[in-house]
């Protein structure tokens, strides 16, 4: 199962939305790929990872330690640093479509990502407003696809508090095709202050209905992970994280029948 974490905006806590996920589901046994397709980079920081990523070592012709793997119980998390140089990337993937070879070089290091073990889960870190026609998606996308046809693949949208920002997550998730498709994993509310989660339940109920999500999730702000410079093992996971990761086992187990 592919997760995408998508929002309109940055600063939302997309990343950090990525990162616990990705721990909760490695937490409850299972084996994840978290590719990091953000031009920042932040969960690959985090995760240790400090070269070039996977596109920009590639085009430079220089090696680089793309990817790192990260037990946590008895399962576990690859992060993968797909990009996170910024945006070099576009120069980057133009070399990729003048020089096939160098195409080539680098799907090789991405499939060889993809097949060094089974994941179960694949979660995906996006940059803001991303559509699936742009270069800094197809590509990755139509490689991952062969080889894992048979995984679905969601997406699950990530808005701070304010109402304009909710209100453009649901237009983005309506202009890409998630609501027509029926592709909305859930949505998240994030940095709410404390003590007003309550108040965002009716506006989240409706927001659900608008986009049909499968389920919504209310983050309250939270200091620790704001004020985080520690390891991705050190990292906090939020309970309402760990419940979301179990609907999303849920979600999974349904699809597959088992």
Do not use: C
Request: charged share 25%; hydrophobic share 40%; net charge neutral.
């Amino acid at each position: 199962m592919r997760v995408s974490i998508l929002s309109s905006k940055g600063g939302v806590g997309k990343s950090t939305v990525a990162i616990s996920l990705s721990k909760a589901l490695a937490m409850m046994g299972f084996s994840v790929l978290l590719i990091d397709r953000d031009l920042v980079g932040y969960a690959s920081y985090v995760a240790g990872i400090k070269g070039p990523g996977m596109i920009a070592s590639v085009s430079d012709g220089v090696e680089s330690t793309v990817y790192k793997e990260i037990s946590l119980g008895n399962g576990s998390v690859t992060v993968l640093k797909y990009f996170g140089d910024g945006p070099r990337y576009k120069i980057d993937i133009d070399k990729f479509h003048k020089d096939r070879k160098l195409g080539e070089k680098g799907w090789e290091i991405y499939r060889k990502v993809l097949t060094m073990k089974k994941f179960s889960f694949v979660v995906v870190d996006n940059a803001q407003l991303v559509r699936p026609e742009d270069d800094i998606v197809k590509h990755e996308l139509e490689k991952f696809i062969e080889i894992y046809p048979e995984f679905p693949i969601w997406q699950l949208f990530v808005s701070d508090s304010l109402t304009r920002t909710i209100e453009d997550n649901v237009s983005y998730a309506e202009s890409i095709g998630s609501v027509r498709d029926g592709t909305v994993l859930g949505f998240i509310i994030n940095m709410i202050r404390p003590g007003e989660v309550e108040k965002f339940r009716g506006v989240l109920d409706n927001v659900l209905k608008r986009v049909k999500a499968k389920f919504g999730v209310l983050l309250p702000f939270s200091e620790d992970i704001f004020q985080f410079t520690g390891t991705f093992e050190e990292f906090p996971v939020l309970q309402e994280i760990k419940d979301l990761a179990s609907k999303v086992v849920e979600v999974k187990t349904m699809a597959s029948g088992s």
